[in-house]
């Protein structure tokens, strides 16, 4: 039992009890066997845990062997906020409209363009400065988000002499 790094609960504990007629190794080997059970992964999930791996493109499976493809990919750090800052020389309304299916990508788009300092005009309108970092490009297009954003460039009234 003490293979276990946890602890068994109280229902364990009372079947153990009951079902070991005093016997401590009966006893001890019944609460193994109940918390060994709830260790084991069901077959199905390890394939389907196997295949998404494989669908992202963190693990290569070849001839029986598996390998583990770039632990720091894109894979691992696609919703991270990018710290650098978009040059301050133009204004910029950006515009988007991502399906409320994603709600994790619209969530970390808003959380970007506020670290960047963006004001909400509403709720999927900002104004903020520009022009975005090359890496904010990138991002979009590898989170499939970059044909639900659209940016326009904020003339100046007083250039339009």
Known sequence: MNNLNEKSSITDEIIAFLLSARSTRLR???LWERMKNRREINKNVFRQNIYRLKKKGVIKIEDNNVQLIN????????????????LKTNKFILIFDIPEKDRKLRDWLRNQIKLWGFTMIQKS???????????????AVLLGIDKFIKIFDV???????
Do not use: A, C
């Not at 632990?71 to 650098?84: T, V």
């Open 28 to 30: 001890h080997q019944i």
């Open 125 to 139: 309108v900002w104004l903020g400065t520009g022009p975005m970092p090359k890496e904010f490009h990138k991002r």
């Open 155 to 161: 003339m100046d009234s007083k250039n339009l002499k």
């Open 71 to 86: 632990i720091n990919s894109k894979q691992f750090s696609k919703y991270k906020l990018i710290y650098e800052y978009p």
